[in-house]
T-cell receptor
Framework: DGGITQSPKYLFRKEGQNVTLSCEQNLNHDAMYWYRQDPGQGLRLIYYSQIVNDFQKGDIAEGYSVSREKKESFPLTVTSAQKNPTAFYLC?????????????FGAGTRLSVL | GESVGLHLPTLSVQEGDNSIINCAYSNSASDYFIWYKQESGKGPQFIIDIRSNMDKRQGQRVTVLLNKTVKHLSLQIAATQPGDSAVYFCAENGLSGGSNYKLTFGKGTLLTVNP
């Protein structure tokens, strides 16, 4: 998985609960991303970060939050405001400062609602 | 708006045949494209990329063709093997807000290789 570790592999959320998905990379990449994938669908961008202590909303940020306190780590919190959280969540990273954007992905976290 | 889509959602081929997966894009300003392979339950894996100043690029058993006139991208897999069975996504370099970091992904094509 290219040096990107996502945990846990499976996660269950109860009604009204916040849950946090972990993403760690050892590729020394500046940029990191979170995507949501629903069955039979492409990847939709939730949040991305180009540098430590900075991040931007993607296309479907509502109900999610992130932090980027360390270069290696970009955790995603699925809040209780996200009413339909069941999906496959993918974290990716890429180099910054070059004119290509090959994003390398982790193995994903599958989130389900109890 | 920007969009990346696929002509065929599923493709079934015989082992040893060549496979062609197609992708259409709508943003003529996009200048970089990537093909990813995603096996069931795993994250997408980079296959090959191409810049808009190229028409063709070859890798190991794979070739990507870019037709900027009709905004069409294709991935050709030679001598398709059972291990090639997966969902294939094309992705387009998004130029939103001057950032070259965002990728826009198509919905994917499921390739099934029959032995």
């Amino acid at each position: 998985d290219g040096g990107i570790t996502q945990s846990p592999k499976y996660l269950f959320r109860k009604e009204g609960q916040n849950v946090t998905l972990s993403c760690e990379q050892n590729l020394n990449h500046d940029a990191m991303y979170w995507y949501r994938q629903d069955p039979g669908q492409g990847l939709r961008l939730i949040y991305y970060s180009q540098i430590v202590n900075d991040f931007q909303k993607g296309d479907i940020a509502e109900g999610y939050s992130v932090s980027r306190e360390k270069k290696e780590s970009f955790p995603l919190t699925v809040t209780s405001a996200q009413k339909n959280p069941t999906a496959f969540y993918l974290c990716a990273s890429s180099n910054r400062g070059i004119d290509k954007n090959i994003q390398y992905f982790g193995a994903g976290t599958r989130l389900s609602v109890l | 708006g920007e969009s990346v889509g696929l002509h065929l959602p599923t493709l079934s081929v015989q082992e040893g045949d060549n496979s062609i997966i197609n992708c259409a894009y709508s943003n003529s300003a996009s200048d970089y494209f990537i093909w990813y392979k995603q096996e069931s339950g795993k994250g997408p894996q980079f296959i090959i990329d191409i810049r808009s100043n190229m028409d063709k690029r070859q890798g190991q058993r794979v070739t990507v063709l870019l037709n900027k006139t009709v905004k069409h991208l294709s991935l050709q897999i030679a001598a398709t093997q059972p291990g090639d069975s997966a969902v294939y996504f094309c992705a387009e370099n998004g130029l939103s807000g001057g950032s070259n970091y965002k990728l826009t992904f198509g919905k994917g094509t499921l390739l099934t290789v029959n032995p």
